[in-house]
């Protein structure tokens, strides 16, 4: 394991620890919330009871692997606490932008549908201010797609169509596509999840904000939480 993946496995250890028997879970996109996925398998094998919603279809695919129960909104509503990456932290407000795993209109749904919000980061994902080098992910229907995109310009973004491996257009598992916008500085990032939000085609934004997440920062050192 290289530094930053000792980083991450701290903070995703340190979140793992706080789960119990009998909690429904979020389970998050990304390689640390894939590092978390992995220890709760090593717990579920030992006998803790939990059932778990994944946020995408690899997280779903590495839970069943690993023997961990799935559920859904329909049987399970509301969930007890959930464990995910983020691709920024601002601290203090906490604010977070996410989706760079391209999970995120499923990730915002579950964290909005849970009583604790775990983030599990390194320390290279805490800035001073959002935006600049990482883009804010908007995922959007594909139907007038380059139109919704052209909006997205109009408030100030600079767009890049997500690509595949293959050169393809990124496809998310809703179906949907997603443009990684580029901002210099987000100064006000409510008033632009307002603006990128109200662009007809949008479907959501990688903006998580409001959701008082309690974020775990993985160092050399062990974890320490924000
Ligand atoms: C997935 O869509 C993202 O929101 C991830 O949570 C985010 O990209 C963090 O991933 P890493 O833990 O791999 O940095």
Known sequence: MNTTQNAKAFAAEKAVSLIESGMKLGLGTGSTAKIAIDLLGK???EGLRIVGIPTSQRSAEQALALGIPLTNFEETPRLDLTIDGADQVLPGSLQLIKGLG???????????ASDRYLIVVDESKIVSELGGKVPVPVEVV?????????RLTKIG????PRRDAAGALYRTDTG??????????????????IEIKSIVGVVECGLFLGLKPEVIVG????????
């Open 43 to 45: 717990r579920v094998a």
């Open 102 to 112: 391209g999970a995120l209109l499923r990730e915002k749904i579950v964290a909005f």
């Open 142 to 150: 594909e139907f007038g797609w380059n139109t919704t995109v052209e």
């Open 157 to 160: 973004a600079r767009p890049v």
């Open 176 to 193: 949907n596509l997603i443009a990684d916008c580029f901002f210099e500085q987000i100064k006000d990032a409510g008033r632009l999840e």
């Open 219 to 226: 160092t050399l050192a062990g974890a320490r939480i924000l």
